[in-house]
């Protein structure tokens, strides 16, 4: 075909078979595509009507002028025009944008030929271009969301994975890394039931089943193999989704055994407090019946003759209320309401002072070290903390049958939470499983045989520490040994006090008054006996009304009240007493209390513990009732 030229809007035809020629330039008029012809020298020898309303040129700003100055201007595209001319060779199908007059760019699929003289000699193209840029347009977008969703997917936290019915893995999301350790292309194609832990094995299969069914579950939690070994707690959720005659299975799971962890601990947490205020409770009781039953064993003892045999079954009485109540100081450690007498310890001073009894204590096959860094200093009850030590290092050795190395050490640590002082004891014993490490700290719990042991000698530990404002830890391997290790408040050295010569007076028997206060009838009688055989005069009431009664009615010395009790507790008698009579002392007691600072803190206050013996009461009751007097 030759190159043919327009004038205006009509057709005509230069040379050639003139009827073919006209047919065809009236096809290319009517037809929906761009249809042009450029020379080779890049100018436009022809350009249908589509072209013209698609840029918005008209045909006398087209025909005639340079393609590339109007539709595109970049210099490549014009070289390499150029360059196929030289050659007599087109790519015959390209996309490419052209610019209307409005300059907006819009993308052309194109289908060229290349037209030629009688010698073959180029002389131009002949090009159709189809108008793609909406479907370019929809394309790019679709590119964008699926960027954004395959982004969205490789850096969640969260796995997503596409199984079939039988579990066989189609797809793993790159989390699958960085929760389980597995590679994706390692889980592609693999049987995934394979890494749900044992006890979940029949729980994932009947979900499974449930989702083929069609069915919606909820989200459920199982565990997963680590590629270490571990076990991971995930909660996934699943949907079925029909791929093809092949339905497929898409989960999400998300790692959650941190949650779960701090779940359990504050469930564990929750369970010791409560068995805690249980035993307190227990303990608060138990000293009211053992305070009775010690004073008044007592009593029996004083009234035997030393050649009675009556005289010694009483003091079995008072025996076993020692062991007795020494068992209640345990649960009231464990249950953190033991009143403390806490004072500045060096560390090194109490490990050497007790290391002697240690070494009394363990079989000749223990090897016991200790090792305490300088500057351990904690405010803390003394002791307890020796207690502390003790009931660790009977552990320990238990856990040793044939012997080995026990340590005791202590260190200074500095970190984020503030200075502390790190104690701990060592040994190469045994050790623990994981579900024992997790129990140990339970009271009654114990490993041991019945008979050799309560179950409160960790609960203990644990009590007494959380009460000094610590926290306990243990580290333990089976066949490896355990590691108990102890975080107390660092504190400052204590200023040395001067040192006063000690004088001993004889104290004078006096019949000071003495108000009574106590709502157990068995103390109250027993303790008004007592101060009544010691000479006091001694008022008594159940409660804290009766007891402001006789406070009004009579002169009183001290006040003698419990602190818990129905109605009126003891701090708030103590309170309206003294206001009512500032020159009053008073005198606390109890089977346990939660604030001891703050009683102590009462005006002229002081304290005795449950269960006491009648000796105590009234040196106690002497103790008060001199410090008022004037030196």
């Known amino acids: 075909m030759t190159t043919p030229t327009t004038s205006g809007s009509d057709l005509v035809v230069l040379d050639g078979d003139a009827a073919l020629e006209q047919r065809f330039l ?19 020898t022809f350009a249908n009507a589509f072209l013209l309303d698609l840029t918005g040129w008209t045909h006398a700003e087209v025909v005639g002028n340079d393609w590339f100055e109007l539709f595109d201007d970049n210099p490549a595209v014009r070289a390499d025009y150029f360059e196929c001319m030289r050659r007599g060779m087109i790519r015959p199908h390209f996309e490419s944008a052209i610019r209307t007059r409005s300059g907006a760019l819009r993308e052309i699929r194109w289908s060229s030929i290349l037209e030629r003289d009688e010698r073959g000699d180029v002389t131009g193209i002949v090009t159709l271009g189809e108008d793609v840029t909406e479907r370019v347009e929809a394309e790019h977008a679709l590119r964008e969301r699926e ?34 350790g597995w590679k994706p292309d390692e889980l592609v194609g693999r ?87 249980f035993a307190g409770g227990v303990a608060h009781d138990f000293n009211n019946l053992l305070t009775a039953i010690s004073g008044y064993a007592e009593f029996l003892v004083a009234g035997f003759d030393a050649d009675d045999p009556r005289r010694e079954d009483a003091q079995e009485i008072c025996r076993a209320a020692d062991r007795a109540a020494e068992l209640t100081r345990q649960l009231l450690a464990f249950s953190s309401r033991q009143v ?15 290391e002697a009894l240690l070494g009394r204590l363990l079989d000749p096959s223990i090897e016991l070290a200790t090792a305490v860094e300088e500057g351990c200093f904690v405010v803390a009850d003394r002791g307890q903390v020796e207690q502390v030590l003790t009931n660790l290092v009977v552990n320990a050795s238990d856990a040793m049958p044939e012997g080995g190395p026990l340590s005791i050490r202590a260190r200074r640590l500095v970190g984020g939470e503030g200075s502390v002082v790190e104690l701990s004891v060592t040994d190469a014993g045994e050790g623990m499983d994981e579900e024992t490490r997790e129990r ?103 409660e804290g009304e009766q007891a402001l009664v006789l ?16 109605g009126m507790s003891g701090p708030d008698l103590a309170r309206i007493a003294v206001s009512e009579r500032p020159s009053l002392r008073v005198l606390f007691t109890s089977g346990y209390t939660n604030e001891p600072e703050e009683l102590l803190a009462e005006p002229d206050a002081a304290f005795i513990g449950k269960p006491f013996s009648p000796q105590s009461l009234v040196a106690k009751v002497r103790e008060v009732l001199e410090a008022r007097q004037p030196a």
């Open 551 to 566: 406070l009004r009615a009579n002169h009183v010395d001290l006040l003698l009240t419990d602190v818990v009790m129905p």
């Open 26 to 44: 009236l096809a290319l008029e009517s037809i929906s595509l761009i249809a042009a012809g450029i020379d080779a020298t890049g100018r436009v």
């Open 340 to 354: 403390l007498q806490p004072e500045t310890l060096d560390v090194a001073e109490v490990v050497a002072g007790i």
């Open 191 to 277: 049987e995934n039931f394979s890494m749900v832990h044992p006890d979940e094995a029949d729980q994932m299969a009947e979900y499974m089943a449930a989702l083929v069914d069609g069915r919606e579950m909820p989200a459920h939690q199982f565990r997963l193999r680590h590629r270490d070994g571990t076990w991971r707690w995930v909660e996934g959720i699943g949907r079925l989704h029909r791929r093809g005659p092949q339905p497929v299975m898409i989960t999400n799971y998300r790692d959650v055994t941190e949650q779960r962890e701090l779940r359990e601990q504050l469930l564990h947490s929750q369970k010791l407090e409560a068995v805690g205020r």
């Open 440 to 542: 140990a700290f339970e009271p009654f719990f114990t490993t041991k045989d019945k008979s050799k042991g309560t179950g409160l000698g960790l609960a203990t530990v644990y009590g007494i520490v959380a009460q000094s404002g610590g926290s306990v830890t243990i580290d333990s391997e089976l066949g490896v040994g355990s590691c108990v290790r102890i975080l107390l408040p660092l504190a400052a050295a204590p200023v040395p006090e001067p040192v006063e010569p000690l004088v001993v007076e004889q104290l004078e028997l006096r019949s000071e008054t003495i108000l009574l206060v106590e709502d157990e009838a068995m103390i109250r009688r027993l303790a008004r006996d007592v101060l009544g055989r010691a000479g006091f005069n001694v008022l008594d009431a159940p």
């Open 147 to 180: 960027e954004h969703f395959r982004s969205l997917i490789e850096n969640a936290s969260d796995v997503i994975s596409v199984l079939t019915p039988d579990g066989t893995s189609l797809y793993e999301s790159p989390s699958v890394e960085r929760m389980l």
